[in-house]
C-alpha cells in the first residue's frame, strides 16, 4: 500500500540514491532535492519503509506547479506515478490551488500518456537552455511594465514561468512576474527576469526559458506545458 508525505531530511540520501542516473546525462534531482525539502516542497511516496517515488510542488499564488516526479526503477510499471500524481493533484487542491501545472520534455512519451490520463491538458510549448545573451533593450516602470505584461499574459491564456525560477511555469497574474522581475523589451521581445515571451534573452550563458526556439547558445529539449482545473 502507497503512503504519501511530506519529503524529510532524512529521506534525502535515499532520493538521491534512485535518481542520480535517471537518464543518461543523470538527472536535477539530486541538486535540488536538499532545498526542496527545506522548503518544504518535496513530498515522498513510501511502500512499506521504502522511498520509491518523489515529487515536488511550488504554489504561485492560486496556481500550483508540479515538477520532479521519479519512481523508483524497480516499482516502475505498477502505477506508482499515476497514483502519486492523482495525490499530489489532491494536495494542490489542498493548500487552495485552482489550477495544477506541469512541464514534460518533448520526448517523453510515457509521461505524457500518465497526464493526459488524469485529466491534464496541453497549454503552450517551452523551450530552455543557455541564453546566447540579450540585445539593446529597455526596461519598464509602472503602468507601461503592467500593460505589457498583461497583454502578453492575454497571448498565453495567462501561462508563463517564473522570473527568478525559469523552469516554475504555471498560471500567473502580472503581479506575480512584476514582484520579481522588471520587464524589459528588444528586438526579440518582452522578456521579464529569466523568461521571454519571444526570444529567449539574459545573460550568456543564464539558464532561461522562453517561447520561441531561438537565442539559445546551447537549447535543451521542448517541453510542453500541461494545465489542469481543480
Known amino acids: 500500500m502507497l503512503v504519501f508525505r511530506r519529503a524529510e531530511e532524512r529521506d534525502v540520501a535515499e532520493i538521491i540514491s534512485f535518481t542520480r542516473n535517471t537518464w543518461e546525462w543523470g538527472d536535477y534531482v539530486p541538486r535540488v532535492i536538499g532545498k526542496w525539502v527545506e522548503e518544504g516542497r518535496a513530498y515522498v511516496a513510501l511502500m512499506g519503509d521504502t522511498v520509491v517515488a518523489v515529487a515536488a510542488m511550488a504554489i504561485v499564488g492560486k496556481a500550483a506547479y508540479l515538477q520532479g516526479l521519479r519512481v523508483r526503477p524497480e516499482y516502475r510499471g505498477r502505477g506508482v506515478g499515476e497514483a502519486f500524481t492523482k495525490f499530489m493533484i489532491e494536495e494542490a487542491k489542498r493548500r487552495g490551488a485552482q489550477v495544477a501545472t506541469l512541464l514534460v520534455a518533448e520526448w517523453n512519451t510515457p509521461s505524457h500518456r500518465l497526464v493526459q490520463k488524469v485529466g491534464f491538458k496541453e497549454r503552450l510549448k517551452i523551450y530552455g ?63 521579464v527576469g529569466k523568461f521571454s515571451f519571444g526570444k ?26 500541461y494545465a489542469i482545473d481543480l
Open 129 to 191: 537552455g543557455k541564453a546566447a545573451g540579450s540585445g539593446e533593450g529597455k526596461c519598464l516602470g509602472g503602468l507601461e511594465a503592467y500593460e505589457a505584461v498583461a497583454e502578453a499574459l492575454g497571448m498565453t491564456r495567462g501561462y508563463a514561468c517564473l522570473p527568478d525560477e525559469p523552469w516554475v511555469c504555471t498560471a500567473v497574474t502580472p503581479w506575480d512576474l512584476l514582484s520579481r522581475a522588471a520587464p524589459c523589451v528588444s528586438e526579440g521581445g518582452l522578456y
Open 200 to 225: 529567449a534573452q539574459g545573460p550568456p550563458g543564464a539558464d532561461v526559458t522562453s517561447l520561441s526556439p531561438e537565442g539559445y547558445a546551447e537549447r535543451y529539449a521542448a517541453h510542453i506545458l
